[in-house]
């Protein structure tokens, strides 16, 4: 069990220029998740995956966020036309539907500052 | 719609001293509770949850936490702290269907020798 990966762990760019983020959730997990944190707040829900479908997105996702999970295995997060107020911590986690099991795992988070 | 509670953003403790971080939630449905701890520049670690059976949860590096679905709680209790404990503490709920985590502003505790 390596855990759940995310890549790049940090990212500086300019306002108006398109990032995208990956992240590997372990292997057996079926779900998967993306938060976005701010400094001095607790993690907010952004959107989740079981599989490949996308079933949940929050208002807090515009029209310049998409995220893709091709295979039901990786996801990726892309944010078009950054804005400085898009600078946070984004956080994947991965988890497994099932009783015992319904636990949320953390990756380390990528870092995001828009300039 | 559910929310999470923490009403202390910051708790200094002494170190072997008791400490208790307060979470209360708020939920028309059957939850699940969790909290995880944030070390610094690091990602989210799971430290205990509550899912289903004994209102009395325990992690491996001595914090409990106590289901109380009569006052809407799941505060975080620990009898002796130590100067590693330093950390940001989340509470977080979620319902029995398991979309999504809803997090409090979290409480940082902060431990001096």
């Known amino acids: 069990d390596t855990g759940v990966s995310q890549n790049p762990r940090h990212k500086i760019t300019k306002r108006g220029q398109n990032v995208t983020f990956r992240c590997d959730p372990i292997s057996e997990h079926n779900r998967l998740y993306w938060y976005r944190q701010t400094l001095g707040q607790g993690p907010e829900f952004l959107t989740y995956f079981q599989n490949e479908a996308q079933l949940e997105k929050s208002r807090l996702l515009s029209d310049r966020f998409s995220a893709e999970r091709p295979k039901g295995s990786f996801s990726t997060l892309e944010i078009q036309r950054t804005e400085q107020g898009d600078s946070a911590m984004y956080l994947c986690a991965s988890g497994v539907r099932g009783t015992e099991q319904e636990t949320q795992y953390f990756g380390p988070g990528t870092r995001l500052l828009v300039l | 719609a559910q929310s999470v509670t923490q009403l202390d953003s910051q708790v200094p403790v002494f170190e072997e001293a008791p400490v208790e971080l307060r979470c209360n939630y708020s939920?028309?449905?059957?939850?699940?509770l969790f909290w995880y701890v944030q070390y610094p520049n690091q990602g989210l670690q799971l430290l205990l949850k509550y899912l289903s059976g004994s209102t009395l949860v325990k992690s491996i590096n001595g914090f409990e936490a106590e289901f109380n679905k009569s006052q809407t709680s799941f505060h975080l209790r620990k009898p002796s702290v130590h100067i590693s404990d330093t950390a940001e503490y989340f509470c977080a709920v979620t319902n029995t269907g398991f979309q999504k985590l809803v997090f409090g502003t979290g409480t940082r505790l902060l431990v001096s020798p």
């Open positions: 939920s028309s449905v059957s939850v699940y």
